[in-house]
């Protein structure tokens, strides 16, 4: 089982410049999240996406967007990227939100890393 | 709104000793608690977590932790350390009932387990 898949795993980018995160589980989850994760400060909610269909603003989503292709697929798109977006970034996904009550567990990517110079 | 602290940057502790990694929280009303432990160049991994019942609570990899709700703390321990906890360790919060994205996450503690 692959579980959360990103790719690509490490990026450089011109100021300006754009790309999409991709990322994609096999678990058949309903809820799925992106977060960047910064020295010092944890990891920052920047979207999610309750189910197929939906995505929500989370703590940090300015300058970013993002697409729930599918029930597998929620791509992070930045479209002109700034020094202040140079972060590693995570893939999460869960169940659903009836089901986290219960397991409590968040199943990660192993990251994209990504410089903005 | 919720919050977690981990007071320190890194912890330090010789194989085959007792570790603890510190956690204290803020929320209005119960907590859901979780900590999670993140190798080197790898996803964060759920390691346990407090939703009711016992204050002790126990996970994987012979970690456990202890809820103390006069403290507002969950600290992770573990009784005899290994080279290979070596990670980084983030404790998480959210108010009972809510979902995964009022998740808090702590800043990280490194622990560093040495020979």
């Known amino acids: 089982n692959a579980g959360v898949t990103q790719t690509p795993k490490f990026q450089v980018l011109k100021t300006g410049q754009s790309m999409t995160l991709q990322c994609a589980q096999d678990?058949?989850?309903?809820?799925m999240y992106w977060y960047r994760q910064d020295p010092g400060m944890g990891l920052r909610l920047i979207y999610y996406?309750?189910?197929?269909?939906?995505?929500d603003k989370g703590e940090v989503p300015n300058g970013y967007n993002v697409s729930r292709l599918n029930k597998r697929e929620f791509s992070l798109r930045l479209e002109s990227a700034a020094p202040s977006q140079t972060s590693v970034y995570f893939c999460?996904?869960?169940?659903?939100?009836?089901?986290?009550?219960?397991?409590?567990?968040?199943?990660f990517g192993e990251g994209s890393r990504l410089t903005v110079l | 709104a919720q919050s977690v602290a981990q007071p320190e940057d890194q912890v330090n502790v010789a194989e085959g000793n007792p570790l603890t990694v510190k956690c204290t929280y803020s929320?209005?009303?119960?907590?859901?608690l979780f900590w999670y432990v993140q190798y080197p160049n790898r996803g964060l991994q759920f390691l346990l977590k407090?939703?009711?019942?016992?204050?002790l609570v126990k996970g994987s990899y012979g970690f456990e932790a202890e809820f103390n709700k006069s403290q507002t703390s969950f600290h992770l321990k573990k009784p005899s350390a290994l080279v290979s906890d070596s990670a980084l360790y983030f404790c998480?919060?959210?108010?009972?009932?809510?979902?995964?994205?009022?998740?808090?996450f702590g800043t990280g503690t490194r622990l560093l387990v040495s020979p």
């Open positions: 998480a919060v959210r108010r009972e009932n809510t979902g995964f994205q009022k998740l808090v």
């Open positions: 929320v209005s009303g119960n907590p859901y």
């Open positions: 996406s309750a189910s197929e269909g939906t995505t």
């Open positions: 407090y939703i009711t019942g016992d204050n």
């Open positions: 678990m058949n989850h309903n809820s």
């Open positions: 999460a996904s869960i169940p659903g939100q009836r089901d986290a009550m219960a397991t409590g567990e968040l199943f």
